[in-house]
């Protein structure tokens, strides 16, 4: 059963308006007409924060509790750097919009955001459609099984740095967009390990308190000229669940490409195309990075789905929407008729071992679109903008889609860390670990340092360490200056690893968190309970 039934939708809507008194029925109504910044600028214009508070109050404003029907809240998940509150739209069946609510329903929790990247506007937009349409009881089909929590402005503070030079190649919107990173200067999709942004604690903090099962992440491209009205990936990170893994590759993404598809849009794995393995004669499709400072690679490494979606930078504004759109509802109708299964992984075991290093897996072939551009001016700047053009044409190339572990440790209970690495201890309880003073003895592994390097260059103001060496013998470590961090949820231990590990390429000592006690020292200050 699919998720757009026209006919039955009119004839439920005319069953739930009648027991509405007329006021709430002309309100309710009213949002029919309600439209977005970019429908009522004939897609010239994207949304600033005050557009997007604001249409959501007219949203909330004009909803009224349907007998029977799902319920729409609305509240806040923290504030960006600059002070402004991010918006969270709470739907389905539940009580209200805590946390605490939301869990007592029972249902799959599912988390979308816009916006991560403020020039990446699709999903913003997309996502202020949708919540206009579940207010309406477009979808109150979903809230049998799901509830869904929405945040279409997520990196609010960099939607408002509005330039019409951002993303210059994108075709538009050609009244502007906002830029990339947050006021901080950081790339939010970079951030996830590290939390040094209030926008990244914030979501790690609404993953856990609502216990999030599934988190779809919404972009835009920005390079390669394929033929694909959007392109999307699961979480590439080694480490997570086989079980998520192969969902996402062999039931929702193959139904999600169908279906769409079928609304005449080609979807693939996300990919840029480079040079291939016989040199510069030859083509490769290659997926991005399997870390998890990215927001949808954290997802699966909590034990989560991450589902990534980019619109197509060089389609119209309004056909990226349009593509962010339907992804969404597509995704979200797999979800709800699997949403059992789903929540069965969620609560599946730790795995026994923990990738710290990974790599590109051998290439398979693929067969890959590709497509042509055409560059047309800027209509205020003149400079070039390049819109999707001519014929698409399949071609068959090696493609690099999925990653493999080069090291990895067993999974353990808990670490030691020195109780005056104060930093590192408060971005673990970010994490949601707890963090409590060790007692007694505690037998533990010592990580020896042969050699440590430092990045020639800065990342998101880190110059990130590696670290070589190898564990000891495990000893008997009194209690006493640790604090000892354990996964209280099994879903989280992978994650656990990932920070703590000292080879890890993504963790902790990679951040720069254990600096003053590393350089120079003969083992790392981070201690592996084997208890």
């Not at 709430?24 to 949304?47: G, M």
């Not at 960099?158 to 990339?180: D, K």
């Not at 929540?343 to 590709?370: E, G, K, S, W």
């Amino acid at each position: 059963m699919r998720l757009l039934l026209p006919l039955f939708v009119l004839v439920l809507a005319g069953c739930q308006t009648s027991r509405l008194t007329p006021a709430q029925d002309a309100a309710w109504r009213s949002l029919d007409t309600l439209r977005t910044v970019p429908e009522r600028t004939a897609y010239v214009h994207t949304s600033r924060y005050a557009e997007v508070t604001a249409y959501l109050d007219r949203v909330f404003a004009a909803t009224p509790a349907r007998p029977g029907a799902p319920r729409l809240f609305r509240t806040t998940m923290g504030t960006t750097v600059e002070g402004r509150p991010m918006p969270l739209v709470v739907w389905g069946r539940v009580s209200g919009a805590s946390p605490e609510a939301v869990q007592a329903a029972g249902k799959l929790v599912v988390y979308i955001q816009g916006n991560i990247h403020a020039g990446e506007v699709e999903g913003k937009e997309a996502m202020q459609t949708f919540v206009r349409d579940l207010a309406r009881g477009r979808y109150d089909r979903l809230a049998d099984r799901l509830v869904l929590l929405v945040n279409p402005i997520y990196n609010a503070d960099g939607n408002e740095r509005v330039n019409l030079r951002n993303r210059g190649l994108q075709l538009g919107p050609v009244g502007g967009m906002g830029q990339r990173p947050n006021a901080q200067g950081l790339d939010l999709n970079r951030d996830m390990m590290k939390l040094a942004s209030p926008e990244a604690r914030a979501l790690v903090a609404t993953l856990n308190a609502y216990d999030a099962a599934a988190l779809i992440d919404l972009h835009t491209t920005d390079g390669s000229f394929h033929g694909y009205r959007l392109t999307y990936s699961p979480g590439l990170h080694p480490g997570s669940p086989e079980a998520i893994t192969a969902f996402l590759r062999g039931t929702l993404y193959p139904r999600v490409t169908e279906r769409m598809r079928a609304s005449g849009m080609e979807t693939y794995y996300y990919g840029n195309l480079g040079e291939g393995p016989r040199g510069a004669d030859s083509l490769s499709w290659s997926s991005f990075d399997p870390r998890a400072r990215f927001v949808t690679n954290y997802a699966g490494l909590t034990g989560r789905l991450g589902i990534l979606s980019e619109a197509y930078s060089y389609d119209s504004f309004e056909d990226r929407i349009a593509a962010t759109y339907r992804f969404v509802v597509e995704t979200l109708d797999v979800l709800h008729d699997r949403a059992d299964a789903v929540r069965a992984m969620r609560r599946a075991a730790a795995p026994a071992a923990v990738p710290t290093r990974t790599r590109f897996a051998a290439p398979t072939d693929a067969t890959i679109l590709l497509g042509e551009v055409t560059p047309e001016p800027h209509p205020v700047t003149g400079e070039t903008m390049l819109r999707r053009s001519g014929p698409v044409r399949a071609v068959t190339i090696p493609e690099y889609g999925t990653f493999e572990t080069v090291e990895s440790v067993p999974t353990v209970r808990a670490y030691l860390v020195p109780d005056s690495a104060r930093a590192a201890l408060a971005t673990l309880r970010a994490h949601g670990f707890t963090v409590r003073p060790a007692s007694g003895a505690v037998r533990a592994e010592r990580f020896v340092v042969d050699s440590t390097r430092a990045a020639p260059r800065p990342f998101q103001g880190v110059r990130e360490r590696t670290v070589w060496g190898r564990y000891a013998a495990s000893e008997a470590v009194s209690g006493a200056g640790w604090m000892e961090v354990t996964a209280s949820n099994p879903a989280l231990a992978p994650l656990l690893g990932v920070l703590l590990e000292p080879r890890s390429e993504d963790g902790l000592v990679a951040w720069g968190f254990f600096e003053a006690a590393l350089v120079g020292a003969s083992a790392s200050p981070v201690l592996r309970a084997v208890d």
